[in-house]
């Protein structure tokens, strides 16, 4: 499982005509590259729109255009965007970025109202939010000894970002975490490696976490987001985590579950727009 991929494409877009994309596009974004995959795979695309389980994709919002009073995002005919999504080792989709990434064939894109032309694609880390890498490569970065490595992490949760807790057996609502907590971030992306094939600790890791990482929010934002037309409370910013104390021994998963978080996302709806997530450091990673 190890020789598994996982893929950060970026699309360069251009705007066929004026439109607005709505504040709150997951949805749209969504379809959007359910549509290009249903170019190439039909089959894929409608198991990936049926599947009830956590889906083996993300999806960002747009970055472009001028945000309105409204909150949506405003293009001229020719203003450009760009948009990222990620792609976890289902062999069908390496299969459509030869198709249509590496051949520069892609067909526009509809997102919302607006018309998009591709002008240019990246997925081989020309970008900084492109690239590949594997699981093997990814574990063996972080394969060091704990005393050699920073005791402090900085991400940056750069869309909406909430956490499910699950359902409230009493009432029946969800429960949803609003702010950045170390033990659920790294609970939540431990969970998610070993799922991917990768090995992990189990409950202790995240006693560990709970007892020794101190959550540091830097510039917190908060938003409310309209998921399927309910209102979610959730954060964006920059947050610090800090290993405290001289029980070190899970450190390097923690800097391993950190850069996951790029190529997987974070918490709740990361298929329509939420948990995006960047690490903040000093060099850029190498994705190869």
């Known amino acids: 499982m190890l020789d598994l991929r996982l893929y950060a494409i970026v ?8 439109g607005a994309v709505p504040a709150d596009h997951g949805d749209q ?14 089959p894929l695309s409608r198991r990936l729109h049926d599947a009830n389980t956590r889906k ?8 472009g255009g001028k945000r309105g009073r409204d909150g949506a ?9 760009e948009w990222r999504f990620t792609l976890l080792h289902e062999p069908a989709f390496e299969a459509l970025l030869r ?39 990814l574990h063996e970065r972080w394969n060091v000894a704990p005393e050699t490595l920073p005791r402090s992490i900085v991400l940056d949760f750069l869309s ?49 976490v709970g007892e020794r990482v101190e959550t ?6 908060a938003h409310t987001v309209f998921v399927e037309r309910r209102p979610v409370e959730s954060f964006s910013g920059r947050v610090s985590f800090t290993v405290h104390g001289s029980d070190v021994r899970w450190l390097p998963l923690l800097h391993l579950l950190a850069d996951l978080a790029f190529w997987t996302g ?19 990673p190498s994705y190869g």
């Open 29 to 42: 974004a969504r379809a959007a590259l359910l549509n290009l995959i249903r170019s190439g795979d039909l």
């Open 73 to 81: 995002l405003h293009f001229g005919m020719g203003d450009s965007a």
């Open 56 to 63: 083996p994709y993300t999806v960002s919002l747009l970055n």
């Open 160 to 208: 909406p970002t909430a956490f499910n807790l699950g359902q409230d057996r009493a009432s029946g609502r969800y429960r949803i975490r609003s702010a950045p907590d170390a033990r659920t971030l790294f609970s939540t992306l431990r969970k998610h490696w070993l799922k991917l094939g990768g090995v992990a600790p189990g409950d202790e890791f995240d006693t560990w």
């Open 216 to 221: 540091r929010p830097l510039n917190p934002r």
């Open 266 to 284: 974070v918490g709740y709806q990361t298929s329509r727009g939420m948990g995006q997530v960047r690490r903040v450091q000093t060099e850029e």
């Open 99 to 137: 198709r249509y990434i590496w051949n520069q064939t892609l067909p526009h894109v509809r997102i919302g109202a607006v018309e998009f032309q591709i002008s240019n694609a990246f997925a081989s880390g020309s970008h900084p939010d492109s690239g590949s890498i594997t699981l093997a490569a």
């Open 11 to 18: 699309l360069r877009l251009s705007a066929l005509r004026p």
